[in-house]
């Protein structure tokens, strides 16, 4: 009899989490729904406003406070991770690079505990950069599998520009990690996968960006290149293609390497060329999120060159000037403006 009493008891304990079972697994369903129709509307809505913003903070904004809205639907998502990896992470390389200019002052001002401070928090941001940005790559990673294999097929126009944004994430993921002092362990491997997925794309379509990419790997990488190809000329190429397009990416990525080399004169022609450009081409109008992140990160690079040598950032609306040009004859007086 008690046998019997404790086999009613638990086919009653079944019965009575039945519902739940299955309010449980509605739920679900109900978040896939939702998560398709996050995608639809992100394909439709967001990634348009977000392309044609000539804000690139408010863009990294939103990219930090929409990463964890979107990514709480899982996996059916990963296809925005690209988007918002690229924003959050410029939001965390935009501090770094403020904190590289504290602590070039404070070694200017001979103050060795704020020169190392802010250098911590420097790399504290390039780690954060890195996480981020090479979250936004593995997520392209797990919708379209690993890069360099072979070439996806997409769904449509904005999908390709995912995974072109992806890539994006994964080159600037190991830039900043390596400056952190490899803190996230993000692999080397990624340079080659990248280079060889470059072939997938039309150069003329997305603004010399394959072309640039491949140059700028075969200059990084170990090893001479094939024989009759010069990397930095298909370099310059790829940047005259993005410049007469009005998404000066390419330019961006030029003026990044050999800042880094230490090739300052050339940087300085470099910067000179893309406000050059900017005069002449306007950006497309559509796309004016990534041509003004490339003169955002552009005059970062400027305001470190300007801080080594003076102290002081880029002067406001000064972009493109430096502090040991010869004046010119029609030069004007100092402006009272540029000392507010």
Request: with cysteine.
């Amino acid at each position: 009899m008690q046998i019997q009493h404790t086999s009613l008891l638990k086919k009653t304990g079944i019965i009575a989490l039945l519902p739940l079972f299955l309010f449980l697994s509605g739920c679900t369903t109900i978040y896939d729904t939702a998560g398709l129709g996050m995608v639809v509307y992100g394909k439709d809505r967001m990634l348009p406003y977000f392309l044609s913003t000539d804000d690139p903070e408010v863009a990294c904004t939103m990219g930090e406070a929409m990463s964890p809205v979107i990514g709480s639907f899982g996996s059916v998502t990963d296809e925005f991770g690209s988007l918002l990896g690229l924003a959050s992470g410029m939001c965390a390389d935009m501090k770094a690079k403020e904190a590289e200019l504290r602590n070039l002052r404070a070694m200017r001002l001979n103050l060795p505990s704020e020169a190392r401070d802010a250098r911590t928090q420097q790399k504290r941001y390039l780690a954060l950069a890195a996480k981020r940005l090479h979250a936004g790559y593995l997520a392209t990673v797990r919708v379209h599998g690993e890069p360099g294999e072979s070439c996806p097929v997409f769904s449509s126009e904005a999908s390709e520009l995912f995974w072109i944004m992806g890539l994006i994430d994964g080159m600037q993921a190991l830039v900043a990690d390596i400056a952190s002092g490899t803190s996230i362990g993000v692999p080397l491997s990624i340079v080659p996968k990248i280079q060889r997925s470059m072939n997938c794309l039309d150069n003329e379509k997305w603004w010399g960006l394959p072309e640039g990419i491949e140059a700028l790997t075969m200059i990084l990488l170990p090893g001479d290149p094939p024989a009759g190809v010069d990397p930095e000329k298909n370099l310059q190429h790829a940047v005259d293609i993005g410049n007469q397009q009005g998404v000066r990416m390419v330019q961006m990525l030029q003026a990044t390497l050999y800042a880094g080399n230490g090739d300052y004169e050339r940087v300085k022609r470099i910067i000179k060329d893309h406000v050059k450009s900017k005069s002449e081409v306007a950006p497309i109008r559509s796309l004016r999120f990534l041509d003004e992140v490339a003169t955002l990160q552009i005059r970062l690079i400027s305001d470190i060159m300007w801080t080594k040598a003076t102290g002081e950032r880029t002067p406001y609306g000064k972009l493109g000037v430096f502090w040991d040009d010869k004046p010119s004859m029609d030069s004007s007086a100092l402006d009272i403006d540029d000392l507010l």
